[in-house]
């Protein structure tokens, strides 16, 4: 052994001594690593089940304390169906917690199905379970006890009358509300004010009122001498105008009094000479306080107002009784009187009808825009889709599962002899036509060979057959399409133009076309609308929200 030897094997312990440690600090982290890595375990208590019957899936999680732990959420068993998912039981022991979660699994169908891996988030770091195959067996039924009968054949369903209804409803409801405004301002006999009592009074009694009502007034104590001979003037001057058919309110002074003395020389009214001396000596006392500013004495003033209700009584005195003519004419007046309040009336009550109207009109285009409101008043169609009773159903098989605005109707399709040769099957339904405003169809191909389907062979049939019905101009997009259950699809989507023969117009649609399939089938959905139809985008919106397919044959 040589000195290079010696010295190797002396330094050899503290060597492997060095890499022992070394080792045991790499382990360590290990260890603990180790420790604190989640276990995840799954369980199902069965693995053949009859159609309609339930499988308890259950997920054990074995975790930190301080973990959070989201497990699956949704229809995400797929092609099972979630029924419900049961939080089961959470134990503690120290820094760990177990959690348990089971889900109760079914499915309609006969057949063998795989339900693929869960997805188990713990803090944010993803973990899959493993995979389950299921058998579902069909129902037995003994046909030597239980009768075969024919599928029945399709049926009328009325429809709902529930829209009916809400529109009688709001009908008579503005019916009502017109009809109370009429019978409120036109129809209903409102009591009189005391205004309107005294209007309806002949001149004779209403001027002896007014000047007791003068005579109670607190003009004089209050110093307001003008006011007082204005109001008194005034009322003896109407009762002239309508009584003795004189103009005495557009009359002066010295007018009035020639008016009435030619009055009295012609026999038509037979006043004393003193009478209309004593009405001159007033209009004059009158005009002297409202134009020179005089004021007479408080018992003058109470005097003229005497010998003013004097000269009434003389007057009306004097007046020849009225004959059958006047007395006529003096109720074709009142008549007149009434149609002009009647016709007044009428148009309050059309001003406050209209009046409600544009204001209700303008407060809702204010708040719901124009067209919402023009569409409600109006009605447009795809707003009436769009807002009536929808329908959800299955179509075809393999069944194509969506709601609609309204229930789709079997179409019956003539195929050439070269199709018949590849299809087994071919199932249609559809909802207006693609021409139309706005439309929805299903179609659902199974093949007599279990090949792939070519969804490119599909899409472009159905677009050969919107070029036929005369779409111009196609622009066509596509992208994945996933439905609520998790199936996979594609989506071919786009524009086009039809052209108006009449107008020569150009009238541009849009189209969805949802493309499914498996071994030997092809299921499509295909819609079509008007653009710029914000209805029809929300219909559309709620078609596909709905939208699932079943891919097992």
Same mark, same amino acid.
């Given at each position: 052994?040589?000195?290079?030897?010696?010295?190797?094997?002396?330094?050899?312990?503290?060597?492997?001594?060095?890499?022992?440690?070394?080792?045991?600090?790499?382990?360590?982290?290990?260890?603990?690593?180790?420790?604190?890595?989640?276990?995840?375990?799954?369980?199902?208590?069965?693995?053949?089940?009859?159609?309609?019957?339930?499988?308890?899936?259950?997920?054990?999680?074995?975790?930190?304390?301080?973990?959070?732990?989201?497990?699956?959420?949704?229809?995400?068993?797929?092609?099972?169906?979630?029924?419900?998912?049961?939080?089961?039981?959470?134990?503690?022991?120290?820094?760990?917690?177990?959690?348990?979660?089971?889900?109760?699994?079914?499915?309609?169908?006969?057949?063998?199905?795989?339900?693929?891996?869960?997805?188990?988030?713990?803090?944010?770091?993803?973990?899959?379970?493993?995979?389950?195959?299921?058998?579902?067996?069909?129902?037995?039924?003994?046909?030597?006890?239980?009768?075969?009968?024919?599928?029945?054949?399709?049926?009328?369903?009325?429809?709902?009358?529930?829209?009916?209804?809400?529109?009688?409803?709001?009908?008579?409801?503005?019916?009502?509300?017109?009809?109370?405004?009429?019978?409120?301002?036109?129809?209903?006999?409102?009591?009189?004010?005391?205004? %309107?009592? !005294?209007? =309806? +009074?002949?001149?004779?009694?209403?001027?002896? &009122?007014?000047? /007791? *009502?003068?005579?109670?007034?607190? #003009?004089?104590?209050?110093?307001?001498?003008?006011?007082?001979?204005?109001?008194?003037?005034?009322?003896?001057?109407?009762?002239?105008?309508?009584?003795?058919?004189?103009?005495?309110?557009?009359?002066?002074?010295?007018?009035?009094?020639?008016?009435?003395?030619?009055?009295?020389?012609?026999?038509?009214?037979?006043?004393?000479?003193?009478?209309?001396?004593?009405?001159?000596?007033?209009?004059?006392?009158?005009?002297?306080?409202?134009?020179?500013?005089?004021?007479?004495?408080?018992?003058?003033?109470?005097?003229?107002?005497?010998?003013?209700?004097?000269?009434?009584?003389?007057?009306?005195?004097?007046?020849?009784?009225?004959? %059958?003519? !006047?007395? =006529? +004419?003096?109720?074709?007046?009142?008549?007149? &009187?009434?149609? /002009? *309040?009647?016709?007044?009336?009428? #148009?309050?009550?059309?001003?406050?009808?209209?009046?409600?109207?544009?204001?209700?009109?303008?407060?809702?285009?204010?708040?719901?825009?124009?067209?919402?409101?023009?569409?409600?008043?109006?009605?447009?169609?795809?707003?009436?889709?769009?807002?009536?009773?929808?329908?959800?159903?299955?179509?075809?098989?393999?069944?194509?599962?969506?709601?609609?605005?309204?229930?789709?109707?079997?179409?019956?399709?003539?195929?050439?002899?070269?199709?018949?040769?590849?299809?087994?099957?071919?199932?249609?339904?559809?909802?207006?036509?693609?021409?139309?405003?706005?439309?929805?169809?299903?179609?659902?191909?199974?093949?007599?060979?279990?090949?792939?389907?070519?969804?490119?062979?599909?899409?472009?049939?159905?677009?050969?057959?919107?070029?036929?019905?005369?779409?111009?101009?196609?622009?066509?997009?596509?992208?994945?399409?996933?439905?609520?259950?998790?199936?996979?699809?594609?989506?071919?989507?786009?524009?086009?133009?039809?052209?108006?023969?009449?107008?020569?117009?150009?009238?541009?649609?849009?189209?969805?076309?949802?493309?499914?399939?498996?071994?030997?089938?092809?299921?499509?959905?295909?819609?079509?609308?008007?653009?710029?139809?914000?209805?029809?985008?929300?219909?559309?919106?709620?078609?596909?929200?709905?939208?699932?397919?079943?891919?097992?044959?």
């Amino acid at each position: 052994m040589n000195k290079e030897q010696t010295k190797l094997w002396s330094s050899g312990p503290r060597l492997w001594g060095a890499m022992v440690l070394f080792c045991a600090v790499l382990l360590v982290p290990e260890k603990a690593l180790a420790q604190n890595t989640p276990k995840i375990s799954t369980e199902i208590d069965t693995t053949q089940i009859k159609i309609g019957e339930q499988i308890h899936y259950k997920i054990t999680v074995e975790t930190d304390s301080t973990d959070i732990v989201h497990f699956p959420e949704g229809q995400t068993f797929s092609p099972l169906e979630t029924v419900e998912a049961i939080m089961a039981d959470t134990i503690k022991n120290k820094n760990k917690i177990v959690l348990q979660r089971i889900y109760a699994l079914t499915q309609f169908d006969s057949g063998a199905y795989t339900i693929p891996p869960q997805r188990v988030a713990i803090s944010e770091q993803p973990f899959f379970t493993d995979s389950f195959r299921i058998k579902v067996a069909d129902v037995a039924v003994d046909t030597t006890k239980q009768k075969m009968y024919d599928i029945k054949p399709l049926i009328q369903v009325e429809k709902s009358n529930a829209k009916l209804w809400w529109t009688l409803f709001w009908l008579l409801l503005a019916l009502g509300l017109i009809g109370g405004l009429v019978y409120w301002f036109v129809l209903r006999k409102k009591p009189l004010t005391e205004e %309107e009592k !005294e209007a =309806l +009074l002949p001149p004779y009694d209403r001027a002896l &009122l007014e000047l /007791k *009502k003068l005579e109670n007034s607190r #003009y004089l104590i209050q110093d307001e001498y003008k006011k007082y001979y204005s109001e008194l003037t005034d009322i003896v001057r109407s009762y002239l105008e309508e009584d003795v058919q004189v103009s005495a309110l557009e009359s002066t002074t010295s007018e009035l009094i020639t008016k009435l003395e030619m009055l009295k020389d012609s026999g038509e009214l037979n006043l004393e000479d003193e009478t209309i001396i004593q009405f001159q000596k007033i209009l004059q006392t009158a005009d002297l306080v409202k134009f020179a500013k005089s004021k007479p004495a408080v018992s003058i003033a109470e005097q003229d107002r005497k010998l003013v209700e004097d000269i009434v009584v003389k007057t009306h005195e004097a007046l020849p009784e009225p004959t %059958e003519e !006047e007395l =006529l +004419l003096n109720e074709e007046y009142l008549e007149e &009187l009434a149609r /002009k *309040k009647q016709r007044k009336r009428i #148009y309050w009550t059309a001003a406050i009808f209209v009046g409600v109207l544009f204001l209700g009109s303008g407060l809702s285009v204010a708040y719901f825009g124009f067209k919402e409101v023009r569409d409600t008043v109006f009605g447009y169609p795809t707003k009436e889709l769009l807002e009536g009773e929808w329908v959800a159903s299955s179509y075809g098989y393999p069944p194509i599962e969506l709601e609609t605005p309204d229930v789709l109707v079997r179409q019956e399709v003539k195929l050439p002899p070269e199709t018949e040769e590849l299809i087994k099957e071919l199932q249609t339904f559809s909802y207006g036509s693609y021409v139309g405003i706005f439309s929805v169809a299903t179609s659902s191909v199974t093949y007599k060979e279990q090949t792939d389907p070519n969804f490119e062979v599909a899409i472009g049939s159905t677009l050969a057959s919107f070029e036929n019905l005369g779409l111009r101009n196609i622009i066509t997009k596509q992208e994945e399409f996933v439905t609520k259950s998790g199936v996979q699809g594609l989506k071919t989507y786009g524009t086009g133009s039809f052209k108006d023969d009449e107008g020569g117009s150009s009238q541009k649609a849009k189209y969805n076309i949802l493309t499914f399939g498996g071994k030997g089938f092809v299921q499509q959905v295909v819609i079509t609308w008007e653009e710029g139809d914000n209805y029809a985008e929300d219909i559309v919106s709620r078609i596909l929200s709905s939208l699932d397919v079943k891919t097992q044959v």
